[in-house]
């Protein structure tokens, strides 16, 4: 256990928000000078803080606070009828775990997931420099779970995070030509999947934001406990017509 009273961190200036329109959003560093490893890391995940490259950051933005950590409980999960059937259509796919590097072929698939859904993003234009920076870590205990087809073509990458109570879900990208697979979900199901076969209590998601779409999907994965201050609690499900 580290002595987190000795971290310091550093607070960027006030931006545009990624999230929600006409807002401005701040967000808090771990010092980059610290030295971080797999343990802070994961006490620092129990706090709401998330990975991009080699940093540790979470939202700290005045008067809101709309982004609320999240993570699955894992071996409580109920798969909605929806999912089971996901499932069953992506039946024919490989898992692969392989090191988190740059290859060609995953670099591919990314940038081509990034040019065809997230045009107006921040990660736009992809590149192999940003691809590096963001998706991999000197310190943390990181795997690319690669999902190839029958054919052995690479169709989706799950960018996971090994934590002490946990797998951290970082990033996922995959074929954007291949919508009725729903291959971003399938991997989020996998993965929930492989934290209860490892025998670990959570799978994070990082932040659910309500009034967002894009990220307000999480709720689907219940029970999915949101930090609240310093607590973490569960929210409630949803009602029996949505879990169709």
Known sequence: MSDLSE?????????????LEERQAATLFVDPQTRLDAGLYSELSRLGFRRSGDYLYRPHCDGCRACVPARVRVADFQPRRRHKRLRRR??????SEEPARYTREVYSLYARYIDQRHGDGDMFPPSEEQFTSFLTCDWADTRFYCFRDPRRRLVAVAV???????????????????PDRG???????WQIEA??????????????????QKMSYKSQYQPLELLDGGNWRELPGPDAESRR
């Open 90 to 95: 992506n039946a024919d796919l490989t898992v």
């Open 183 to 189: 291959l971003g979900v399938n991997a989020l199901l």
């Open 7 to 19: 971290l310091r961190f550093f607070r960027t200036p006030a931006h545009p928000c990624s999230y």
């Open 160 to 178: 996971t995070d090994l934590l002490d109570d946990g797998l951290s879900a970082v990033y996922t990208f995959f074929d954007p030509d291949q």
């Open 195 to 212: 934290a209860h076969a490892r025998g670990m209590p959570y799978l994070y998601l990082g932040y659910w934001i309500r009034q967002c």
